[in-house]
């Protein structure tokens, strides 16, 4: 079946400094791809979302790639603070009508005070 | 607005035990959906409502069954809870229709089946 997974389960990142998260995906007609924040005891927030056609985008202090041609899509956090410690998870919907998000297993990102 | 919220927050069931787990939404959403979360792992589907009055499998149904009472609420039941179900169970819900794919998830309810 289709997949959604990340590169490394955790990562520590020194406050301040920038965060870069990995994600791959297997699904080739994914329409959509999202990343959720999840901070311990809480449920997933939405951080920032990217459509298919497009190769980045912006937010507040994150920045979304995406790379087609590898299958690749990352997060990036800038100068990071105690709060973004959580678990991120990429997600992708593969059909935008249906809007079912497949899930990867998540990345643990750590702020060092 | 109070978003998602989801009844109770923790849960302990005996095998063979049923219980309902509820969710609720105010933002009028039209599609609704339950999560399981296991360690170390994603959120997987278990069933998801995309309006009222529908409801489809996701990745995960065997063992659960859902209603969609109305367009706030969404609940799932477990017939004969098993320790395999031992989770954190999510609910979320999306405006849908094609417009927007952001989903609100819910505060969570821990369960765990002895």
Request: proline content about 4%; hydrophobic content about 30%; overall charge neutral.
């Amino acid at each position: 079946g289709e997949s959604v997974g990340l590169h490394l389960p955790t990562l520590s990142v020194q406050e301040g400094d920038n965060s870069i998260i990995n994600c791959a995906y297997s699904n080739s007609a994914s329409d959509y791809f999202i990343w959720y924040k999840q901070e311990s005891g809480k449920g997933p927030q939405f951080i920032i979302d990217i459509r298919s056609n497009m190769d980045k985008r912006q937010g507040q202090r994150v920045t979304v790639l995406l790379n087609k041609t590898v299958k690749h899509l990352s997060l990036q956090i800038a100068a990071t603070q105690p709060g973004d410690s959580a678990v991120y998870f990429c997600a992708d919907v593969s059909n935008f009508g249906n809007e079912k998000l497949t899930f990867g297993t998540g990345t643990r990102l750590t702020i060092i005070p | 607005n109070a978003g998602v919220t989801q009844t109770p927050k923790f849960q302990v069931l005996k095998t063979g035990q049923s219980m309902t787990l509820q969710c609720a939404q105010d933002m009028n959403h039209n599609s609704m959906y339950w999560y399981r979360q296991d360690p170390g792992m994603g959120l997987r589907l278990i069933y998801y409502s995309a309006s009222e009055g529908t409801t489809d499998k996701g990745e995960v149904p065997n063992g659960y069954n859902v209603s969609r009472l109305n367009k706030r609420e969404f609940s799932l039941r477990l017939e004969s809870a098993a320790p395999s179900q031992t989770s954190v169970y999510f609910c979320a819900s999306q405006q849908g229709g094609g417009q927007g794919n952001e989903q609100f998830f819910g505060p969570g309810t821990r369960l765990t089946v002895l």
